[in-house]
């Protein structure tokens, strides 16, 4: 601590520890501390003696837009030591309002940004000349609206006058009061959320019939979800059962088509089977029709009104039938010797 009340603080050249917080006595450089204009700045100083940069603010729930302006103000000269005075609860409350952070934890969160070089606790409202010479500040970086307060059009109209100001530019989109807005507006959203994560009613400042309709409102959405979920699932099973009767009908028809294919091959008009029948329909035929007579036998006459009959073993010679009994005997003696001779 002695040694940076009698030498200047150079910027951070590792982010592997917090920024400082700025000593309660004033900064006693040992380089010349002569006032320096925009241009001179800009051009460049010695390593000792860096442009010394001052920008404050509340700072609540930091959040990108502070980064992003906290940035520009690191980043408009090329040795730039950049200051950040905190406003305390007491001038906030008393000035601007309620804050959802207290001082402590706006210190902290600002130690920790990239392109902070130091932190400035308690800082003031309005900025004295006296303020000024005490720190060695060149510069105060804050956007280029005029910001009313504490009974001025702009505080930092006389910061203008003199030469001191450097704008930056304010995040479109961010800001505390947009991000508070966002709690407003779904409060019960976010009520029910810490309810259900363990807050007491007590702790949130709930009422006992908001406490028991914001848990009835959580088991409604759980039930919900279930319902959700269900359908979910029902769903990819449909899908799934959709996809399996594709691939079955897909299946079905191939099945099919071969079927008619292998009937229309067996029993169509020149299909195997009707090959086969005809086969087998002239070997039939062949075995049931009768065998050709031998060459060497005598041709037969056949009267050409009667198609002729085969012989018979037992076929009776016509005979004029007998005119008396005695002829009658007379034939059947004679076809008895007949057959004896026969045997």
Same mark, same amino acid.
């Given at each position: 601590?002695? %040694? /940076?009340?009698?030498?200047?603080? !150079?910027?951070?050249?590792? *982010?592997?520890? &917090? ?12 380089? &010349?501390?002569?006032? *320096? ?14 442009? +010394? ?11 990108? @837009? ?5 940035? $520009? ?17 007491? !001038?906030?409350?008393?000035?601007? @309002? ?7 934890? +706006? ?10 070089? %130091? ?12 303020? /000024?010479?005490?720190?060695?500040? =060149?510069?105060?970086?804050? =956007? ?8 001025? %059009? ?17 995040? %479109? ?42 848990? *009835? ?32 009908? $897909? ?12 009937? *229309?091959? /067996? ?18 035929? $062949? ?34 039938? &007998? ?15 007949? =057959?004896?001779?026969?045997?």
């Amino acid at each position: 601590m002695e %040694e /940076l009340e009698h030498t200047c603080p !150079l910027p951070r050249t590792t *982010l592997i520890e &917090p920024a400082l917080f700025t000593p309660e006595t004033s900064c006693k450089c040992r380089a &010349p501390h002569e006032k *320096l204009t925009v241009e001179q700045a800009r051009l460049g100083t010695p390593v000792d003696r860096p442009v +010394r940069i001052y920008a404050d603010g509340i700072f609540d729930l930091f959040h990108s @837009g502070h980064a992003r302006a906290l940035m $520009q103000a690191k980043n408009l000269f090329p040795n730039a030591y950049l200051i950040v005075g905190v406003c305390s609860d007491e !001038l906030t409350h008393k000035f601007k @309002g309620f804050t959802v952070m207290t001082e402590d934890e +706006r210190y902290e969160a600002l130690r920790h940004c990239r392109y902070v070089d %130091e932190i400035l606790r308690d800082a003031p409202w309005t900025l004295t000349p006296d303020f /000024l010479e005490k720190h060695k500040i =060149d510069f105060v970086a804050h =956007d280029d609206i005029p910001y009313s307060s504490a009974g001025s %059009e702009d505080v930092y109209k006389h910061i203008k006058e003199a030469g001191m100001f450097v704008p930056t530019k304010r995040t %479109e989109g961010i800001s505390t009061s947009d991000l508070i807005t966002r709690i407003v507006r779904d409060y019960d959203v976010y009520a029910r959320r810490n309810l259900q994560r363990g807050y007491t009613a007590k702790e949130l400042n709930v009422s006992y019939i908001n406490e028991k309709k914001y848990r *009835l409102q959580n088991q409604v959405d759980k039930m919900k979800e279930k319902v959700r979920t269900v359908e979910e699932k029902s769903k990819h099973f449909v899908y799934r059962v959709e996809e399996k009767s594709h691939d079955l009908i $897909q299946k079905w028809e191939e099945k099919s088509r071969e079927f008619i294919g292998n009937f *229309l091959e /067996l029993f169509g008009p020149d299909g195997t089977w009707k090959q086969m029948f005809q086969d087998r329909s002239g070997r039939m035929i $062949q075995a049931l029709s009768p065998r050709g007579s031998p060459s060497n036998s005598p041709p037969r006459e056949f009267s050409p009104s009667r198609s002729p009959s085969p012989p018979s073993r037992w076929a009776m010679p016509r005979t004029s039938p &007998p005119s008396s009994p005695k002829g009658a005997s007379a034939s059947i003696s004679s076809m008895s010797e007949g =057959d004896e001779d026969e045997k």
